[in-house]
């Protein structure tokens, strides 16, 4: 039997209402009335971080779009070669509960010092045109389902050439970004082939989970910025 949902925080937003709930010991994240994402299981989430952290020699600065349930920023705060980490989310409620350690799963973030919480739009960040500024040696985007199954339908511009361009300029030399897909995407895969410049390469990470019964194919596409700049 399926157990009801509690509301543990709720708040509306331009955006639409932004809700967590818990649902017996799973946390679920809802926005707009829409279920985003929930503590089933967050192996994806974290492989978004140790999968980038695995290719990049010296990730000493990270930048994270999309806070979700904290678990991508748990994951690269364990490596100890990242010195600092600028999550960027746009939900302002979820900083505030997470600073305000509403739930255990958001609760600390910043605690260390290592960790610094935005309420910003991740393209105007990635674009110069707010704050917190690069570039970073990481730039790991998961601020949606993916291009075909938007909670937001804004976000589609954020999968999109001039987007992925504008995080590709946010980029250290050396540097990888490495957007999360709840589904193979690939328009997306040929939108980073299309904002990639020689010496650059791209790749597609095809991830599957077994949940509720079912075998998911999740995705993550990387693309690894060349020296040249």
Same mark, same amino acid.
């Given at each position: ?19 967590? $709930? ?26 978004? +971080? ?7 020699? !010296? #990730?000493?600065?990270? &930048? ?10 748990? !994951?690269?705060?364990?490596?100890? $070669? ?6 960027? =989310?746009?939900?302002? #409620?979820?900083?505030?509960? *997470?600073? +305000?350690?509403?739930?255990? =799963? ?5 605690? @260390? ?21 690069? /570039? ?9 389902? @993916? ?6 339908? @804004?976000?589609?511009?954020?999968? =999109? !050439? #001039?987007?992925? *361009?504008?995080? $590709?300029?946010?980029?250290?030399? @050396? ?9 193979? !995407? /690939?328009?997306?895969?040929?939108? &980073? ?10 790749? =597609? ?25």
């Amino acid at each position: 039997m399926n157990e009801s949902a509690v509301t543990v925080a709720r708040e509306d937003t331009p955006d639409g209402e932004v809700a967590l $709930r818990r649902r017996g010991e799973v946390l679920e994240l809802v926005v707009d009335g829409v279920f985003a994402m929930d503590t089933v299981d967050t192996s994806t989430e974290v492989l978004l +971080a140790t999968e980038s952290l695995r290719r990049h020699p !010296a #990730p000493a600065t990270v &930048l994270v779009g999309g806070l979700g349930l904290g678990f991508t920023t748990r !994951a690269v705060l364990s490596d100890p $070669r990242v010195r600092h980490v600028d999550v960027v =989310e746009l939900a302002s #409620p979820l900083v505030g509960w *997470a600073r +305000a350690g509403r739930v255990p =799963e958001l609760a600390g973030l910043e605690g @260390g010092g290592r960790c610094a919480l935005h309420v910003a739009d991740v393209g105007a960040v990635l674009r110069g045109g707010a704050g917190p500024t690069g /570039p970073w040696d990481l730039v790991l985007l998961d601020v949606d389902n @993916g291009p075909d199954f938007l909670v937001h339908t @804004g976000n589609a511009r954020l999968y =999109e !050439a #001039p987007a992925l *361009a504008a995080a $590709r300029g946010a980029l250290a030399p @050396g540097g990888l970004l490495v957007v999360w897909s709840s589904h193979r !995407a /690939p328009r997306l895969l040929a939108a &980073l082939g299309a904002v990639a410049a020689g010496g650059d390469w791209v790749d =597609e990470v095809v991830l599957t989970v077994h949940r509720e019964g079912r075998d998911l194919e999740y995705a993550l596409y990387a693309l690894a910025r060349g020296d040249g700049g």
